[in-house]
């Protein structure tokens, strides 16, 4: 029985039946009514009940607070109201009442702030443990309460001014991928805050030597977005004990819709990191530089004791045919982005955090766990707010799912959701070598055999009628259908950094020096790819982590910057620099659709072996230079090719850049230096 009877009901039907004379029969139903709420008996998550409000949680005033929580197979909610984020018992506990669709919900009519809270569930006479809830957006020390604050108080001084650096195309796109510690931890970093959010909002800051670091560094560098490895809160670190340093990537969800609290100044304190969160962005943006955030909503650290499932046990997570936990995340479950609730979920969440944090692009890790349809709905609700907001993530899982494959979002379905990108481990794998197998070496490196792949990732995944498509190594046609919607690089956080993969890959004989034409070849690819670029952090001054794999809990020593290589390999970051300028000085790289790139690029026919080269005519794309000439020389000695005769001029040549040219070529051959690439124009 669904409706809750009071006590003056009670009454009425107990005169009503004694007057039939049906005591027995009165005082069985009095008992009935008088029981706590029976929540329906649902033989499939599909019957649950969707609730399409947006006040789940809690809505503050200082005059009340409303929480609502969706609990649809609860038979009883408490709301538990702390003085502390962390210690002490419950200073009150209040029963909620039955709400519509699924939720429970109370109002007090109280000023709660400098409060904390939690709910409890309870389902099949088994209360289960305190969660301070999946829509939490304050939480106290650790994230295992949430917090009561006026959101308005933690808006930094001019942070209604706050405007998201102008973009035209998401070919204008150069993206800078980097873990809050890593970037400012080093001594060499100059940096106060280190391994804070704080920390990109200082200027000035130098290396031993007086280079620029931190912030200035990346003015300098010119890159156009900074890609935040996870950086809601997460479960990994304690935040009570920040002195032991514990690092940790983040791929551990614990609250998405809070700032980890270990990058903050003080994370007792729920307002602290939301303020210092802003104080970056702001600075950020103040510089001209876009942020995204690396979001991870196809799991949770935990999964029976999630705050997703101690609201609705099951519902939030997919599961085998056996009843067993599915696992394409790789990390112990998967969630459900195929149920409504889910999928609300994701999508509300990217909405705040775009709104409330002005967040100006989200990377989804393992994206092919999501079903497309929910990508989808991101997209478009993130166009309402600003379509300039870029969208891009793993178009892979890491093992098989209870999704049907066609509904995932892969790569390879990557034209149905047209305005969201993902990462190309095609153009990846050709230049550098093998992920798998750090001892394969790639086009870089001198291996032959992989041209069509080259040329496959240079017009950005689409189709072009020059590729023979069967010789890619990973992809067989094209996925995508506008350069749009690739992501260009040789490396990440993920696997080995480009050095470590290059020393690590490097064929018999190769000399440092070599090593170093292999990166800058490896990265001028990229550069002059049509789709987005983008670098790990730290690449742009010749970082190394050892030679370890994957350091999402490696020490400092391993994961840090190292400041002072910008000084050592200066010649590494002006290389850097230049192609950064290259592609914003001429938009005949950043072509944004397909048709464009089939119309004015061509692939020249090339005999000598590992060489791809190809021309960018007619002033493409609005550019100044009226043609272009592109080649790569993958080869560990120098390659003489035919080339369309012309007055051109270098503007690159053997690992050296200048715009303006360093010399005019009027022959029909060209000789590439060897391991690098040229760039010859015609105003």
């Known amino acids: 029985m669904n409706k809750i009877i009071n006590k003056s009901d009670k009454s009425s039907l107990l005169r009503k039946f004694s007057a039939f004379r049906f005591p027995l029969f009165a005082i069985i139903l009095l008992s ?23 006040d789940l949680e809690l809505i503050y005033s200082p005059h009340a607070s409303s929480f609502r929580v969706w609990a649809p197979t609860a038979s009883e909610v408490k709301l538990l109201l702390y003085d502390n984020g962390q210690e002490g018992m419950a200073y009150r506990s209040e029963d909620m009442k039955k709400g519509e669709k699924g939720t429970w919900r109370i109002k007090i009519q109280e000023d709660l702030k400098g409060k904390f809270y939690t709910f409890q569930v309870k389902i099949n006479d088994v209360w289960l443990k305190e969660t301070p809830g999946m829509w939490a957006k304050a939480v106290g020390v650790n994230g295992k309460r949430a917090a009561i604050i006026d959101m308005k108080e933690t808006n930094p001084e001019g942070w209604e001014l706050d405007k998201r650096p102008e973009l035209q195309s998401f070919t204008d796109i150069v993206i800078y991928e980097v873990h809050m510690r890593d970037f400012s931890v080093a001594e060499s970093s100059g940096i106060k805050n280190k391994g804070k959010f704080l920390a990109f909002t200082e200027n000035g800051t130098k290396n031993t030597a007086g280079d620029k670091t931190g912030i200035d560094h990346l003015k300098e560098l010119g890159v156009t977005h900074v890609h935040l490895l996870p950086s809601y809160d997460f479960a990994s670190i304690d935040e009570t004990k920040l002195t032991e340093n514990k690092y940790n990537w983040g791929y551990d969800p614990l609250n998405y819709n809070v700032p980890e609290g270990s990058y903050a100044t003080n994370p007792y304190d729920p307002a602290v990191r939301i303020k210092e969160f802003k104080q970056m962005v702001q600075a950020l943006h103040k510089a001209g530089i876009r942020v ?89 609700t993130l166009d309402r707010i600003d379509p300039t907001i870029f969208v891009y993530g793993e178009g892979w899982t890491a093992g098989d799912s209870p999704l049907a494959y066609d509904n995932r979002a892969l790569k390879q379905h990557a034209k149905q959701f047209d305005g969201i990108a993902v990462f190309s481990d095609d153009i990846r794998d ?36 020059q590729i023979d498509y069967s010789k890619p190594i990973y992809s067989k046609e ?19 950094c480009l050095v470590d993969k290059l020393r690590k890959a490097s064929p018999p004989g190769a000399t440092d020096e070599e090593l170093m034409k292999f990166n800058k070849l490896a990265q001028t690819v990229v ?49 850097y620099q230049g192609l950064i300028k290259l592609r914003k000085e001429h938009p005949a790289f950043r072509m944004p659709t397909e048709v464009l790139v089939q119309q004015y690029l061509k692939f020249l026919d090339v005999e000598f072996p590992n060489v791809v080269a190809y021309t960018l005519n007619g002033n493409v794309n609005g550019d100044r230079w009226r043609d272009i ?55």
């Open 478 to 496: 094209a996925y995508v259908k506008n350069p749009t919607q690739v992501i260009n690089y040789v490396s990440c956080h993920d696997d080995m």
């Open 629 to 683: 000439l592109v080649i790569y020389n993958g080869n560990r000695i120098p390659a003489e090719i035919s080339i369309p005769h012309n007055n051109w001029n270098v503007a690159m040549h053997d690992g050296k850049i200048d715009l303006n040219g360093m010399g005019t070529i009027k022959d029909s051959t060209f000789v590439v230096a060897a391991s690098s690439a040229s760039i010859l124009f015609r105003n």
């Open 32 to 54: 009935i009514v008088s029981c706590t709420y029976t929540p329906p008996k649902y033989t499939s998550f599909d019957e649950y009940p969707v609730y399409d409000g947006t």
């Open 292 to 380: 995204i955030m690396d979001v991870v909503y196809n799991h949770t650290y935990t999964g029976e004791d999630s705050h997703l499932n101690l609201l609705a046990p099951g519902y939030f997570y997919r599961f085998n045919a056996d009843s067993t936990w599915s696992n394409a995340s790789g990390c112990g479950n998967e969630t459900a982005s195929d149920r409504p609730m889910m999928r609300k979920f994701i999508v509300e969440s990217v909405s705040y955090w775009a709104r409330e944090y002005h967040i100006d692009g989200f990377r989804f890790d393992l994206m092919g766990i999501h079903d497309i349809e929910t990508m989808n709905e991101v997209r478009a």
């Open 430 to 465: 050709a230049l550098k070598g093998s992920w798998a197998n750090p001892d394969v070496p790639g086009f870089v490196s001198g291996v032959e055999g992989l041209e069509e792949s080259v040329k496959f990732g240079v017009v950005g995944a689409t189709y072009h009628p």
């Open 527 to 575: 550069f002059t790819a049509q789709g987005v670029p983008f670098i790990y952090a730290g690449e742009e001054i010749y970082r190394n982590k050892k030679g370890v794999h994957n350091t999402y809990q490696s020490p400092d020593s391993i994961n840090k910057i190292n400041w002072d290589n910008k000084t050592i390999y200066r010649d590494v970051f002006d290389y």
